[in-house]
């Protein structure tokens, strides 16, 4: 099994391709010596001379690429040290102009189900449990940024600004043109003639004695009687006109609310009255006061609930995100548009980023001093290095068998 320690296995091969060398050498000598008593050890000196060629030809080029071999100062030698700034420039090109492009980022993301990923991480419980922790703990932390007067003045001025662009007046003729063909203007005021009449019955004996109490003294409170159940009865019967379909009343509210339609989407001086009446709303005192009592205590309430470790919003945040992986697990349709919309923000995020990753790589680099990129860069591909220097050797010897062979044909003819 290969060593996962790169440095090990580069000293590892970096032996066995030295001691291959050495061992070439001493078949050398070794065949030389004998060569006269043996002729056929002529092919053995020759494939040992050659290999001796071709694995120093070899350490020598795999040598130079990271120091002067011997330490000598030889020239085109120490390539990667002396081109230190220059490698770090063209790797930072090569991965802006090869790797991070749209046509290969796209690709690359092109099967990754990556909604699909997040839905799955989501629906394990240890996973939203985390999720919903970080999400209420920050609770706190951003609630004790904003004081309560702030937070009236962000209300109003926001608002405000999401209402300046809005036509008002012909909004709202719009949304009462939608009330009365589905004839909710009816039912509405159908409505308000009930709760008019339960009111009045329900206040009966504290209308009565509202007439007793501006009567003058010397009307019989027999008169003060008739009076008020003449009164009861008349107003009573202005309901009873006003809720009948059929009656005068009914044909002059429909005539004044298809005029006052007509009137908001046509009349600026209503746009003017509505805006003014919005704005004098928004910067009146009672209703900052209101919003900032609102906003105070949904403050205290969410600060409660967030310091508990089991509180009900931490579970309920947590169940709402594990109803949301499965039903996103679920909906092939909406995992298929989220997707999209990830990978293209994705994508357009990285290549509109790419000059700054490349910049970090090249800065990276351009900090690393000589010697350091060049042990990172062996590191890294020694080992192989170190195997071109075997074959070397071993290609090395076949070949000078090969001519050896030729120069004993030729010398035999």
Known sequence: MP????????RRIRRIATCLLAAMAGVFLAARLFQSDYPWLGFVAAFAEAAMVGGLADWFAVTAL????????IPHTAIIPRNKDRIGANIAEFLEHNFITPEVVRNELKDVDLSGICARWLADDANNRAVAERIVGTIPAVLNMIEDRDAATFVGGTLASSLKDVKLAPLAGQVLSVLVANGQHVRLLQKVLGLVASALEENR?????KVHDHSPKWIPKMVDEKFYERLMDG????????????GEWRERFHTAVTELIAKLEESPEYEAKLRGLLARGLTHPLFREYVSSVWTELRTRLLAASESPESRLLLRTQGALRIFSTALAQNQAVRTK??????SFAAEAIVQRRSLIVAVVQKVIDKWDAETISQKLELHVGSDLQFIRINGTLVGGVVGVLLYTISLLIGGH
């Open 66 to 73: 990271f120091r002067h071999p011997l330490g000598l100062p």
């Open 3 to 10: 060593s996962r320690d790169p440095l090990r296995r580069l």
């Open 205 to 209: 004996a504290y209308i009565r004695q």
């Open 235 to 246: 107003i009573q019967s202005i309901l009873d006109d006003m809720a009948d379909e059929q």
């Open 338 to 343: 989220l997707n999209d919309w990830l990978k």
